[in-house]
Nanobody, 125 residues
C-alpha cells in the first residue's frame, strides 16, 4: 500500500489549494481514505475522511464548509479541495488509507492503518 500527498504550497489567506493523494498497490474501491494534518508543536488532527462503501464524508469542525474531499477511483486518486484558507490551516497534510469499515468519525479521531508522506501547506500573506 502506497500513498503520496501532493499539491501543497504557499497561499495567501482566503486562497485555495487542491491536494491530491495518489495511491498504488491496493484497490482503492475497498479502502476508506482520510486527510490529516500536523502543525509544528501541535498534535495530529483528522481533517476529513471518505468511505469506501457509499462515499460518505466526514469533516472536522474546523474545516466544515471550506474543505471538500472527493475520490476518483479510476485515477486511483483522492482529492482535498481547500478554500477560504486561513493561517491556522498551515500544516503538513497527510493522506491515509484503511480497509476496515470503522467509519469516518473513528478514523479522524484514531487514525488509519496506512500512511503516506505529507505535503506542506502554508497560509501566509
Amino acid at each position: 500500500v502506497q500513498l503520496q500527498a501532493s499539491g501543497g504550497g504557499l497561499v495567501q489567506p482566503g486562497g485555495s489549494l487542491r491536494l491530491s493523494c495518489g495511491t498504488s498497490g491496493f484497490n482503492l474501491d475497498y479502502y476508506a481514505i482520510g486527510w490529516f494534518r500536523q502543525a509544528p508543536g501541535k498534535e495530529r488532527e483528522g481533517v476529513s475522511c471518505i468511505s469506501s462503501s457509499d462515499g460518505s464524508t466526514v469533516y472536522a469542525d474546523s474545516v466544515k464548509g471550506r474543505f471538500t474531499i472527493s475520490r476518483d477511483n479510476a485515477k486511483n486518486t483522492v482529492y482535498l479541495q481547500m478554500t477560504n484558507l486561513m493561517p491556522e490551516d498551515t500544516a503538513v497534510y497527510y493522506c491515509a488509507a484503511d480497509p476496515r469499515d470503522y467509519g469516518g468519525t473513528y478514523y479522524l479521531m484514531y487514525g488509519m492503518e496506512y500512511w503516506g508522506k505529507g505535503t506542506q501547506v502554508t497560509v501566509s500573506s
